[in-house]
């Protein structure tokens, strides 16, 4: 599957650019913000506390009335596509399909030669490969994002409505505010606490064979000296975990923290060990206390890398019941006998977290939120393998 806007035929844009199709979009806007004031009212119905009765029935009616408006949208775009296609059909017009075209994704690669005044460019195309999963009020769209350079690329988009709840209040003016926020007004009568989400992704690679190891890398500066007179220097330390209490990491801006996962028993041509390099994005850690009952039943949040050795029946977490766990399910539980996991069969999981202080604009529906991490080759080829990419 190719990334970017979904395949039209020629007879859907004709459509749009006709009268018909312009009426039809305009309808469709009309519902559409029908939609988001019906949220709003039955939000507030549900969290107004200080409602009177009178007040409730007020908006159960203007909620059908809103509802009313919307099916007489539907009969009218309905017959507009039928009035569409009743024309056309009569004036015998082929429409035919469009080619389905790949989406050009920026810059693959560039460089211009200043003393050969050469250019050479590619352009990048990916293969996007993705699943939107509705959890309540949010939705999720896992994007597994393969590039031409041999990168793997996990994006995590996030959307969906806040869960806000009723409140007096109309504005913020004014008002004596608490320099501790556990929310903010985004609209009147309308508040959305602050919160977290996090994503656990189990990554059985495999690199080369079944057997692999993991190294965690560290950049420093490097120290003052013969080797680095002015200062500049860095370097970067390896340190292959041998079991899995080891392996239980979180991220480091300071020293660019990344982990290596390799085939130990392999080496390329330049005597590197075939690997893939997890590369952190943004990220978060837990603000749940670590005594919670919630914090207990995702213990997994606890850490930004786990390893373990493979085991079939380990696939989730927080464990296979998180709901009816009493606690401790899942990662927490797999690792307690510290198994070796250097050249082992072994699995890599990731944890990834993003704290939402909610605003405004992300009111009646939330653009997306993008989080994610990437899976780059590191000897796993001797040389960039996009170079025969057509201009």
Same mark, same amino acid.
């Given at each position: ?30 519902? %559409? ?80 030669? %200043? ?14 490969? *993705? *699943? ?66 996090? *994503? ?12 692999? %190891? ?32 080891? #392996? ?16 130990? #028993? ?33 213990? *997994? ?10 085991? #079939? ?13 009493? =606690? ?24 990834? =977290? ?17 989080? =994610? ?19």
């Amino acid at each position: 599957m190719s990334s970017g806007e979904p395949q039209q035929t020629d007879s859907d844009e004709a459509f749009r650019n006709s009268p018909e199709g312009e009426e039809t979009s305009r309808l469709n806007d009309e519902w %559409s913000a029908l939609s988001f004031r019906i949220i709003e009212y039955q939000t507030m119905y549900r969290t107004y506390q200080s409602g009177s009765l009178e007040e409730r029935i007020k908006l159960d009616g203007e909620i059908d009335r809103l509802r009313v408006r919307q099916r007489e949208i539907e009969r009218e775009t309905s017959g507009l596509r039928q009035q569409y296609d009743k024309r056309r059909s009569a004036e015998r017009c082929d429409l035919g399909t469009r080619e389905r075209q790949t989406l050009l994704k920026g810059i693959l690669w560039k460089h211009f030669d %200043s003393i050969t005044t050469q250019n050479q460019t590619r352009r990048a195309r990916e293969l996007v490969i *993705f *699943f939107v999963a509705t959890i309540g009020n949010y939705d999720y769209a896992i994007n597994w994002i393969f590039h031409q350079d041999g990168v793997l690329e996990v994006d995590c988009a996030l959307t969906g409505i806040m869960q806000a709840k009723g409140v007096k209040m109309t504005t913020v003016a004014g008002e004596s505010e608490p320099d501790q926020h556990a929310d903010h007004l985004i609209a009147e009568h309308l508040m959305a606490p602050h919160h977290q989400h996090f *994503f656990s992704f189990r990554l059985d690679l495999d690199i080369d064979g079944v057997k692999n %190891s993991v190294a965690e890398i560290n950049t420093r500066a490097a120290a003052p000296g013969p080797d680095n007179p002015n200062l500049t220097g860095m370097v970067t330390e390896e340190a292959v975990f041998h079991s899995e209490r080891e #392996a239980q990491r979180r991220i480091n801006t300071e020293s660019a923290r990344a982990w290596r996962l390799m085939n130990p #028993a392999l080496q390329n041509s330049l005597g590197q060990h075939p690997s893939y390099i997890l590369v952190p994005g943004a990220n978060a850690i837990p603000y749940i206390a670590p005594e919670s009952q919630v914090r207990g039943r995702a213990r *997994f949040v606890d850490n930004h890398v786990w390893v373990t050795r493979y085991r #079939a029946s380990e696939r989730y977490a927080a464990g296979d019941y998180p709901n009816q766990s009493t =606690g401790g399910d899942g990662l927490p539980r797999w690792v307690a006998n510290d198994e070796p996991i250097e050249n082992e069969d072994i699995v890599l999981w990731y944890t990834m =977290g993003i704290t939402h202080i909610t605003r405004p604009e992300e009111w009646p529906v939330m653009a997306a939120s993008h989080i =994610g991490f990437k899976l780059i080759p590191a000897g796993f080829f001797t040389r960039n393998p996009s170079l025969n990419v057509p201009r």
